[in-house]
C-alpha cells in the first residue's frame, strides 16, 4: 500500500509561526472583553413628564363684602359759657435737690457699715494713744497692739510638744463703743488658733473709730507667729 501524504511537503514547519499567531489574536480578543463596558437601562432611562393635570388651576371661591353705608353727619351745637369755670393749680411733685440730699444723709446715718482699718478717717484710739497727732495714731495702734500681743503670749503645752508652729490669722471688730467683738482665726493648729484669740479677747477698751464725726465699727487683722526655739 502506497502513502497518501506528499514527501514534499513538511507540516510542522510552519507550526510554531501559526501558535504564536493565534495566541496574540486571543489575547487581543480577551482583552476587548475585559475593557468592554455595559450599562443598565434603568441608570440612563429620563422618564416622562406629565403636566397634564398641572394645566387646570383651582381658583378660590371669594365671597364678596358688603359694605356698610357712613353714618350720618353729626350736628355740633355751639353753646356759650354762662358759668365761670374754674381753674385747678396741679402742685409739681418733683422732688428738689436739698430734699434729695438730706434724704441721703438721713440712710446713711441708719445703715451701719464696716469701715476698715487702713481707710478710716479717725482711727481707734488704744489707751495711751488719746495725746499722739493724728498723723501718727495709726502707727501707735498698731504698736500698743503688738505690745500686747507679746506681753501676753503664751505657747499652748501641747503644741509644744507635738512639735506644731506656724503663723496664725487673726481678724476682730472695734465696735462702736471700742469693745472687741467678733474674733475669728486661722491657722495651722487648733491649739494655736484658740491661744491667738484669748490674746486678741485680753485687749482693752478701746475709743471707737470714727468716720464723717460719727462711730463706726472698725474690722481688724493681724499675723500672729508661733516658733519653736
Known amino acids: 500500500m502506497q502513502p497518501k501524504k506528499n514527501p514534499k511537503k513538511d ?3 510552519n507550526s510554531s509561526l501559526y501558535f504564536a499567531i493565534g495566541l496574540c489574536v486571543m489575547l487581543l480578543v480577551s482583552w476587548r472583553l475585559v475593557e468592554h ?19 387646570e ?12 353705608p357712613p353714618p ?15 381753674e385747678t393749680v396741679i402742685e409739681s411733685t418733683e422732688t428738689t435737690q436739698e430734699e434729695i440730699i438730706e434724704e441721703v444723709e438721713v440712710l446713711e446715718e441708719e445703715v451701719d457699715v464696716d469701715v476698715p482699718f487702713a481707710i478710716i478717717e479717725d482711727v481707734p484710739l488704744f489707751p495711751g494713744c488719746e495725746n499722739v ?8 495702734f498698731q504698736d500698743k497692739v503688738q505690745r500686747h500681743i507679746n506681753k501676753n503670749f503664751r505657747y499652748p503645752e501641747i503644741a509644744q510638744e507635738m512639735g506644731v508652729q506656724g503663723r496664725v490669722h487673726v481678724v476682730f471688730i472695734i465696735d ?5 467683738t467678733g474674733v475669728r482665726s ?20 478701746m ?12 474690722p481688724y487683722s493681724i499675723p500672729i507667729n508661733f516658733r519653736l526655739q
Open 11 to 13: 507540516l510542522i514547519k
Open 37 to 55: 463596558k455595559t450599562y443598565e437601562k434603568s441608570s440612563i432611562d429620563i422618564g416622562v413628564l406629565d403636566v397634564a393635570d398641572d394645566d
Open 57 to 68: 388651576e383651582e381658583v378660590p371661591l371669594t365671597e364678596q363684602l358688603k359694605t356698610p
Open 72 to 86: 350720618p353727619p353729626q350736628v355740633i351745637e355751639v353753646v356759650e359759657d354762662e358759668k365761670e369755670v374754674e
Open 133 to 140: 497727732p493724728k498723723s501718727e495714731r495709726r502707727k501707735c
Open 176 to 180: 462702736k463703743d471700742g469693745t472687741i
Open 186 to 205: 486661722r491657722g495651722p493648729d487648733k491649739n494655736l488658733q484658740k491661744e491667738a484669740e484669748r490674746i486678741i479677747a485680753k485687749l482693752p477698751k
Open 207 to 218: 475709743i471707737p473709730g470714727k468716720q464723717r464725726g460719727r462711730a463706726v465699727r472698725v
